[in-house]
């Protein structure tokens, strides 16, 4: 019923910057918070950034002054802009939406994830 389609990831220096992308598209009402998460090696899955249906933010520490959630309502879309890249950001990254569908239920849904490795 709704899909996520996450893009940007890839391979980085150091210090560079990466953007996200996650679209959502189905039989959409509206949808209330996005969010990225991540997910490195070893590691349990952890919350990087999320955005309300009104603007609010929230963030990691380790990302704070770094990275930039923001949103796309018309287009259902939202991104994440990574600048000031380091090693330790590597990991899958994965977009969930809460989405209220036009018959009103309500479900979470992921993406599928996109790998984003720091690395020189």
């Known amino acids: 019923q709704v899909q996520l389609v996450e893009s940007g990831g890839g391979l980085v220096q150091p210090g560079g910057s990466l953007r996200l992308s996650c679209a959502a598209s189905?039989?959409?009402?509206?949808?209330?918070?996005m969010g990225w998460y991540r997910q490195a090696p070893g590691k349990e899955r952890e919350l990087v950034a999320r955005i309300t249906s009104g603007g609010s933010t929230d963030y990691a520490d380790s990302v704070k002054g770094r990275f930039t959630i923001s949103r796309d309502n018309a287009k259902n879309t939202v991104y994440l802009q990574m600048n000031s890249l380091k090693p330790e950001d590597t990991a899958v990254y994965y977009c969930k939406q809460n989405v209220i569908l036009v018959d009103l239920r309500y479900l979470e849904v992921w993406g599928q994830g996109t790998l984003v490795t720091v690395s020189s």
């Open positions: 189905g039989s959409i009402d509206r949808i209330n918070v």
